[in-house]
């Protein structure tokens, strides 16, 4: 049989990158897809298009979690600088949205330019095998019921992202098991993540002036590196988490190191806190989940906690105005509710519950470090991380981590530390 005149049918990644330029748009980074064919940059990070369920799941939910939910379920990989292919995509995806894109290319488009570039996606989806109905989201993701905020929605919030086997957070965090920001005092290649957490916990011990028999309250203790390192500094410390597995690691450490007559850990919710007045109080990345409607009364629950005189330290993310959450990804797989605003807000809230802000330290290029070295322990580690968590949901926290140091990297997220006290 002639095959003469026959035209070869194009590859998928030349299908997309050609499906691009109609609209155009450049391809940020190379593109292998399920058919192993390329298209894109070379040199940049590689991304590895599976199935056509990847572009289904974009093309329903357009966006960021739509791509989470590709990448989450294995089918988009990422070969390469995991980082460095979202900061090339987001750049693109900025540019977009800024107009600059469409000064160079679009705002000169006929009518039907337009609808050229319209029917050029319906072709190329149809020709991939996009069209389809919406593939089921990853088991990971979270699918929470009730109010948000109520004391059984927080608790089940917590718990699916805290209640993890600690052996996984042991295998990305330092041995104080500090789950925040590391204060970074050196650039020695000596100097790591466990002196960067350390000296974190000295400024906030130091900004407390916690000397021995102080009482500290430690509102939201983690995996109790705060706790522990005051209890040795003979502090008298009340831990408070919503975590079993926090609070009764915590427990453990503190037996364990013979700190137990120092420190007691609640199990409650935040609201549930009673006693003091203490001397000193900190909430160390814990007040980002407590909600935009709660944080007056939280701040008047600290308030009235705190002895006249008495310290209080907010080490807390922030964001802009416009994106106070924690974006699509955060609240679908990692915690929901979450709310994050400008620091000067949250000054004034403290402000208004009678406190007096004394000083803000901003940490921003702190936890971009920080973050990383997760990242680069969790890699190092991927094999027992999969082993203890399953290949799915060590897929989330490797987009967890390398997404959340490019936050910061780039600014769309901060955290300061924020020092206050209660009048005489």
């Known amino acids: 049989m002639s095959t003469r005149g026959a035209t070869r049918k194009p590859g998928a990644a030349t299908t997309i990158a050609w499906a691009a330029a109609q609209a155009g748009v450049d391809?940020?980074?190379?593109?292998?897809?399920?058919?192993?064919?390329?298209?894109?940059?070379?040199?940049?990070?590689?991304?590895?298009?599976?199935?056509?369920?990847?572009?289904?799941?974009?093309?329903?939910?357009?966006?960021?979690?739509?791509?989470?939910?590709?990448?989450?379920?294995?089918?988009?990989?990422?070969?390469?600088?995991?980082?460095?292919?979202?900061?090339?995509?987001?750049?693109?995806?900025?540019?977009?949205?800024?107009?600059?894109?469409?000064?160079?290319?679009?705002?000169?488009?006929?009518?039907?330019?337009?609808?050229?570039?319209?029917?050029?996606?319906?072709?190329?989806?149809?020709?991939?095998?996009?069209?389809?109905?919406?593939?089921?989201?990853?088991?990971?993701?979270?699918?929470?019921?009730?109010?948000?905020?109520?004391?059984?929605?927080?608790?089940?919030v917590i718990a699916g992202h805290y209640d993890l086997p600690v052996s996984f957070f042991q295998l990305i965090l330092d041995?104080?098991?500090?789950?925040?920001?590391?204060?970074?005092?050196?650039?020695?290649?000596?100097?790591?993540?466990?002196?960067?957490?350390?000296?974190k916990l000295d400024l906030i011990c130091g900004k407390l002036r916690l000397g021995p028999d102080a009482s500290l309250l430690d509102m939201g203790c983690g995996w109790g590196s705060l706790t522990v390192h005051a209890a040795s500094r003979r502090a008298q410390v009340t831990a408070v988490t919503l975590s079993a597995e926090q609070g009764g690691h915590t427990r453990e450490r503190l037996l364990g190191l013979g700190l137990a007559d120092r420190a007691r850990v609640l199990i409650q919710d935040y609201r549930e806190t009673a006693g003091g007045p203490y001397d000193a109080i900190a909430s160390v990345e814990m007040g980002e989940h407590v909600g935009a409607d709660g944080y007056p009364a939280f701040c008047a629950a600290l308030h009235g906690l705190l002895r006249p005189g008495g310290r209080l330290l907010i080490q807390q993310m922030s964001r802009g105005r416009r994106a106070p959450g924690g974006g699509a990804f955060i609240e679908s797989y990692v915690a929901a509710d979450m709310h994050m605003r400008p620091v000067g807000e949250t000054i004034g809230l403290l402000e208004d519950s009678g406190l007096e802000v004394l000083g803000v330290q901003a940490l921003r290029p702190h936890y971009v470090r920080t973050i990383r070295a997760w990242l680069y322990n969790l890699e190092r580690n991927l094999p027992a991380v999969e082993a203890i968590i399953g290949q799915e949901r060590a897929r989330l926290w490797r987009l967890y981590l390398a997404g959340g140091a490019l936050a910061f990297e780039e600014g769309r997220m901060g955290v300061d530390q924020i020092l206050a006290a209660r009048r005489e």
């Not at 104080?176 to 993540?193: E, F, H, K, R, V």
């Open 175 to 199: 041995p104080s098991m500090a789950y925040s920001s590391g204060y970074w005092t050196s650039d020695d290649p000596s100097y790591g993540l466990a002196d960067a957490q350390r000296d």
């Open 27 to 156: 391809l940020p980074v190379r593109v292998r897809a399920w058919d192993e064919s390329e298209a894109g940059p070379a040199g940049a990070p590689t991304v590895v298009l599976r199935s056509p369920l990847a572009l289904r799941r974009a093309l329903w939910r357009p966006g960021e979690l739509g791509l989470a939910r590709a990448y989450v379920s294995g089918d988009l990989d990422v070969e390469g600088d995991l980082t460095d292919g979202l900061r090339r995509a987001l750049r693109a995806a900025g540019a977009a949205r800024s107009g600059r894109a469409a000064r160079g290319r679009w705002s000169g488009w006929s009518p039907g330019r337009w609808a050229d570039a319209a029917a050029a996606a319906a072709l190329a989806a149809s020709r991939l095998g996009v069209l389809g109905l919406p593939p089921s989201p990853p088991d990971s993701e979270i699918r929470h019921s009730g109010r948000p905020h109520s004391q059984a929605r927080d608790r089940a």
